[in-house]
C-alpha cells in the first residue's frame, strides 16, 4: 500500500495554488515536468501542451495502460479593459454565476489580485434581486494601479488547505489527479508499459486527451479525475437518498456518463481489486458530467477506458472539500490495479 504523507502533501498544495486556466497550463506543466522527469524514460511535450510521459515495461509485448489527468482548472478570461481598474470578462469552463460576486481572484502572470464586484443588493431592484446575475453585468476589479491584458487568464484566490480529515482547495478538480500520476509513476510496475497523459483543456472539451489517445495507442485507459459529489442533505434534513458518490466512501468508479459507457470488463476488474485488496469502493452512479475517458475511447479504433474519480463537493467553485482519505483509496486502487494487469483483463 502506498501511502500519503508530508511530500505528497505539499506536491498537491503547489499543484492547487498554481493557476493553470483552459488554454494557460504552463505552471501546472512546470511542475508536473520537474516531478516525473527522474523516474519517466520518456517525456515529450506535444503540439497542444500536454505532458506525455511512458515508463517501459518488462517482457515482449506488456500490455499499454493510458492513464489521464487533467492539468487545466475553470476560470476566467479578461476580454475588455473598461478602464480604471475595471475589467470585463468571461468564464473559462463551466462556472456558476451565483458563486462569483465579491470573491477575490488573480489575474495573469504577476498574480495580480482583484475582486468580481456587481451592483451592491442596497440598489438593486426588486426585480433585479429574483434574477442571477450574469457576467456581463460582473466586473474584475483591480483597482487604479491594477494592470490586466486582454487574454489574460484568472482565477479564485483560495489558497490548499489540510483541515482534519478534510483538502480544501480551489482547482482539487483536477489536480488531485495529476497528484495521484504522479506518485503512481514513482512506483510504477514492470508488468505493464505505464503512460500517462497529464492533459490540457479537459474542461473546454477533452481536448489534449483526444490527442494522447491517438499518440498512446494504448490497449485500455483510465481516465482519473474529481467527481462533484452530490451528498448533502435534502433541503428538508431527511436522508439524501439520490447522491451519486459520498464523501469517505473512497475512490469512485464509473459505469456511465454523459461521454462514455465505462468498459464493463474494467469496471468488473477494479471493483474486484477492490475487494480482494480491501480498499473502500463506490460506484458512482449514472448519468451527468463527463471525463477524458470520452475522448480516449474514440480515438483511432477505440479504446476500452473507465474512469476512476476522487469525490468532492461545489466543484468549479472558490473552494471544494475533499477527504484525504478517499485520495489514498484512489491511490492505492489504481496501484493494486496496474500491478494486477495481465493482457487477458480484455479477453473476459
Not at 66 to 84: P, R, S
Not at 103 to 129: N, S
Not at 318 to 325: A, E, K, L, N, Q
Request: include cysteine; aromatic fraction near 6%.
Amino acid at each position: 500500500m502506498l501511502s500519503i504523507g508530508t511530500t505528497q502533501f505539499k506536491l498537491l498544495e503547489k499543484l492547487c495554488n498554481a493557476m493553470s486556466v483552459s488554454g494557460d497550463e504552463g505552471e501546472v506543466r512546470r511542475i508536473v515536468l520537474e516531478e516525473v522527469k527522474p523516474y519517466a524514460d520518456e517525456v515529450k511535450v506535444d503540439a497542444l501542451g500536454s505532458v506525455m510521459v511512458r515508463k517501459h515495461g518488462t517482457g515482449k509485448k506488456p500490455l499499454k495502460v493510458l492513464i489521464d489527468a487533467h492539468m487545466d482548472e475553470v476560470g476566467f478570461m479578461i476580454v475588455h479593459d473598461d478602464d480604471d481598474g475595471f475589467y470585463n470578462f468571461e468564464a473559462v469552463g463551466g462556472i456558476d454565476p451565483r458563486h462569483l460576486v465579491g470573491k477575490q481572484v488573480i489575474v495573469g502572470k504577476d498574480y495580480t489580485v482583484g475582486v468580481i464586484g456587481a451592483k451592491p443588493i442596497h440598489l438593486t431592484t426588486a426585480d433585479e434581486r429574483k434574477h442571477t446575475i450574469n457576467l456581463d453585468s460582473m466586473r474584475i476589479d483591480l483597482g487604479p494601479e491594477g494592470k490586466a491584458k486582454v487574454g489574460d487568464r484568472a482565477t479564485f484566490a483560495t489558497k490548499f488547505k489540510h483541515v482534519g480529515p478534510s483538502i480544501m482547495s480551489k482547482s482539487i478538480d483536477d489536480r488531485i489527479g495529476v497528484a495521484i500520476l504522479i506518485e503512481l509513476l514513482k512506483y510504477a510496475p514492470k508488468n505493464i508499459e505505464l503512460c500517462l497523459s497529464f492533459s490540457v483543456q479537459e474542461e473546454v472539451g477533452l481536448r489534449g486527451a483526444t490527442v494522447a489517445g491517438y499518440y498512446f495507442e494504448p490497449d485500455l485507459a483510465i481516465a482519473v479525475d474529481s467527481t462533484p459529489a452530490r451528498d448533502l442533505p435534502d433541503y428538508d434534513g431527511s436522508e439524501n437518498i439520490t447522491y451519486n458518490t459520498k464523501l469517505g466512501f473512497g475512490p469512485a468508479i464509473y459505469v456511465a456518463n454523459s461521454s462514455t459507457i465505462d468498459d464493463p470488463r474494467l469496471v468488473r476488474f477494479l471493483e474486484e481489486t477492490a475487494i480482494s485488496e480491501k480498499i473502500p469502493y463506490q460506484f458512482r452512479q449514472p448519468g451527468g458530467g463527463g471525463t477524458n475517458a470520452g475522448a480516449i475511447q474514440r480515438s483511432r479504433a477505440g479504446v476500452p477506458v473507465v474512469s476512476v474519480s476522487v469525490p468532492h463537493r461545489y466543484t468549479h467553485s472558490p473552494i471544494s472539500v475533499s477527504r484525504v482519505d478517499d485520495w489514498k483509496n484512489t491511490l492505492n486502487l489504481l496501484y493494486a490495479a496496474l500491478k494486477r494487469m495481465t493482457p487477458d483483463i480484455l479477453k473476459r
